[in-house]
């Protein structure tokens, strides 16, 4: 089955500095993946995701990056902000397949942005 | 994206009882929903695939008999943790398909358990 691998597990940054957070997959058949915030004890909320047919995708100060050949993908944030504070998922999924676009999930990153 | 609720939003049981957890699609049906467990700290390990009028299916190392999925509507899924344990105690969430097209997921808020 899929396996995602995710770096690193805390990253710590001052407010305005840009955070990445890194994926590695192991499914070549995976062709969906999203990213989550999960604040503590609340729901993940989908902050963006990116398909296998595009590179890149951005939405203001969050983008996301897929390198399918080395089955990596990564989220940035810039311009970072105390309230973006929260653990990050990233996830995949093979969208379309028998497995009903079940995801897989990485062991989150904690995100700190101090003030 | 999608409105998914949950009930109960906690719960605590004694060990041995069995708890229901509901998860409902609010805005549509859905015919797919999925099952979630996150202890403390940890990432999200899906446990089912809960699909509308047929069984569920599991994940390797779910017991299927201890944590019980029916899914008889497109708007309603529940969990029942059976002869629960101090170990069963977790976050539990369900999230539902989108009707995007290519499985965007939405969860519901969550159903802390805590076993004593």
């Known amino acids: 089955g899929e396996n995602v691998e995710q770096h690193p597990s805390t990253l710590s940054v001052q407010e305005g500095d840009s955070a990445v957070i890194k994926c590695t997959y192991s499914?070549?058949?995976?062709?969906?993946f999203p990213w989550y915030k999960q604040e503590l004890g609340k729901r993940p909320q989908l902050i963006i995701d990116i398909r296998s047919n595009v590179g890149e995708k951005k939405d203001q100060r969050i983008a996301v990056t897929l390198n399918k050949t080395a089955k990596h993908f990564s989220l940035h944030i810039t311009e970072t902000q105390p309230e973006d504070s929260a653990v990050y998922f990233c996830?995949?999924?093979?969208?379309?397949?028998?497995?009903?676009?079940?995801?897989?999930f990485g062991q989150g990153t904690i995100l700190t942005v101090h003030p | 994206g999608a409105v998914v609720s949950q009930h109960p939003s906690w719960v605590i049981c004694k060990s041995g009882t069995s708890v229901k957890i509901e998860c409902r699609s609010l805005?549509?049906?859905?015919?797919?929903m999925f099952w979630y467990r996150q202890f403390p700290k940890q990432s999200l390990m899906l446990m089912a695939t809960?699909?509308?009028?047929?069984?569920?299916?599991?994940e390797q190392g779910v017991e299927k008999d201890k944590f019980l999925i029916n899914h008889a509507s497109l708007t309603l899924s529940t969990l029942t943790v059976t002869s629960a344990h101090p170990e069963d105690s977790s976050f539990y969430i369900c999230?539902?398909?989108?009707?995007?097209?290519?499985?965007?997921?939405?969860f519901g808020p969550g159903t802390r358990l805590t076993v004593t």
């Open positions: 805005d549509f049906q859905a015919t797919t």
């Open positions: 996830a995949a999924s093979n969208a379309g397949g028998t497995s009903y676009g079940k995801l897989t």
């Open positions: 499914d070549s058949a995976s062709n969906y």
């Open positions: 999230s539902v398909e989108g009707l995007a097209g290519f499985y965007e997921q939405y």
């Open positions: 809960s699909n509308e009028g047929s069984k569920a299916t599991y």
